[in-house]
């Protein structure tokens, strides 16, 4: 095992690191010392608890540990599930120390900490992602939900984990198609606020592709650092943290009208990017750029038929909707993004023209 390389999210007394490194599970990284008191609950899915239950309980030796294993899934991030761990923690008698642990994806991630968050009015928990996804976006940040029929995360809290462990061996069970929906949100990295990780990028994603150790360890690092970055200075999204959602008002559109499942979230955001970067007026050299990345990282860059009134009208359900004016991230340039609803509207209206096939 390579030596674990650490960043820290900045919040004040709520600071945490993130620790990545390959091996990490079943090693002797001691997770325990992260613990709020000598009991835990790990939740996990049933895809998941084969592959790393055990493993990460040799993380947590000496500690008294309860597991609630999920079924998997994007249609179970719901109120019912959430209210599921809930009533695991009351039968098995937890109180304020204890501590929620999610091990597995940003759905696993998502449910376990807005459990976390409501469970007495807030206990600590740990996320330990085990997709790219979680490992470089939804573990980081405190970001926590469920979905409601009506629309995805509508329902959630920020609730800070106390450490991120992330280990990147467990990418190496991760199917390709989850791989790649990954790769997305470490595009979407470069894009937005590092043009020199977005050329290392050009360079590396055959390498990531293969599943190269090394380059997917300095993709997760790299894509953290600037997540951290980004999150340290506006937690709760008063402003400059909505560029994290670069191409994801069109990527939640196309999940929306097509029904969730049919494409993965990091699929639906690549053809999002591109939409984006079409609304944002930079060079079309930069756009092809961006359009090339992605197809290498087996990545849609357009958006399916599913017609351009459509997703105007899933667009004015998102949440990011203020004074019902659409706001969108947009790139003054690769490797800077900013947010705006000072955009032409027909430049919007050729964009969608894409989903109307
Ligand atoms: P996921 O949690 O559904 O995981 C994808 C699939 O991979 C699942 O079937 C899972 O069981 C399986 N899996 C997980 N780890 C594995 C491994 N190591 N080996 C083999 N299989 C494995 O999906 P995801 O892409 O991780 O997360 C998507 C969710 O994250 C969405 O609900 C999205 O809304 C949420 N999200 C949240 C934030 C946030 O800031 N909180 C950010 C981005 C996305
Ligand atoms: N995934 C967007 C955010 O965490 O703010």
Known sequence: MSEPRTITVELGERSYPIVIGSGLLGGDFDLGAYLAGGDCLVVTNDTIAPLYLDTLEANLFGKSIETLTLPDGEAFKTLETMSGVLDKLVSSGANRDTTLVALGGGVIGDITGFAAACYMRGVAFIQVPTTLLAQVDSSVGGKTGVNHALGKNLIGAFHQPRVVLIDTRTLDTLPDRELSAGLAEVIKAGAIADAEFFEWLEDNIGALVARDPEALAHAVQRSCEIKAEVVSEDEREAGRRAILNFGHTFGHAIEHCQGYGEWLHGEAVA????????????????????????????????????????????????????DKQLRFVVLDKLGHATVTSDYDRSVLDAVLEAADG
């Open 271 to 322: 053809a999002g990017m591109v939409m984006a970067a079409g609304l944002s007026g930079i060079d079309q050299a930069d756009i092809d750029r961006l359009q090339a990345l992605l197809k290498a990282a087996n990545l849609p860059v357009a958006p399916p038929a599913v017609g351009s009134q459509a997703m105007l009208d899933a667009m004015g359900m998102d949440k990011k909707v203020l």
